[in-house]
């Protein structure tokens, strides 16, 4: 990432249980978005980016994925990138 802030975000995603699966998939290959745990309709996630802005498009990518039901933030951290 460039210098500048670093931004990272969790976010919590229910799923349609017969999507879960190709979801995931879906998601693990996103840039910047991590996968941290799942169960039958919820798949746990972190973002990071360089901005709340990129964190906010990221979540909507995956709000419109197919399977989707609902994706929220739970949290941001910011701090400046250390040289």
């Known amino acids: 990432m460039p210098e500048g802030r670093w931004h990272v975000s969790s976010a919590v995603m ?3 249980a017969e999507e879960r699966d ?3 998939a879906r998601v693990e290959a996103l840039d910047g978005v ?3 745990g799942w169960d039958a309709t919820h798949i746990i ?3 990071e980016g ?3 802005g990129e ?14 039901l609902v994706a929220n933030m739970v ?4 701090e ?4």
């Open 55 to 68: 964190l906010g498009d990221r979540l909507t990518e995956i709000n419109l994925m197919p399977g989707v």
């Open 22 to 24: 190709p979801v995931r």
């Open 50 to 52: 360089n901005s709340t």
């Open 80 to 83: 400046e990138m250390e040289e």
């Open 45 to 47: 996630v972190t973002i």
């Open 34 to 36: 991590e996968v941290h």
């Open 75 to 78: 949290f941001e951290h910011a």
């Open 14 to 16: 229910n799923v349609a």
